[in-house]
Nanobody, 122 residues
């Protein structure tokens, strides 16, 4: 069973950049498709980005296209989310998740991290 730990969140200003990391242990992420989700206060958790098991395909929700980049380093057993041009509406807890098959549906993700807070001030 893989364990996921996110890091890299913080309090930033609008327009700043952050790189979130998701370190895995107890398993190798090369066998998992990986995703990032976020949950703002009083809102449902929403899909942000995903990368398939080979790393050859990436997927993004429309609101982050062109600003967010998901990547994976299987040698380091880590997945990243580069976030540029941050906006106040990006404020949320960001979660990393893993699934056994390629796809983006939230219901397919089996393993979840505890999240890292990103707060963007205007």
């Amino acid at each position: 069973q893989v364990q996921l730990v996110e890091s890299g969140g913080g309090l930033v200003q609008a327009g700043d950049s952050l790189r979130l990391s998701c370190a895995a242990s107890g398993g190798t992420i090369s066998t998992y498709a990986m995703g990032w989700f976020r949950q703002a206060p009083k809102k449902e958790r929403e899909f942000v980005a995903a990368i398939n098991r080979s790393g050859g395909s990436t997927y993004y929700t429309d609101s982050v296209k062109g600003r967010f980049t998901i990547s994976r380093d299987n040698a380091k057993n880590t997945v990243y989310l580069q976030i540029n041009s941050l906006k106040p509406e990006d404020t949320a807890v960001y979660y990393c998740a893993a699934r056994h098959t390629d796809g983006i549906s939230i219901t397919g993700y089996t393993y979840w991290g505890q999240g890292t807070q990103v707060t963007v001030s205007s």
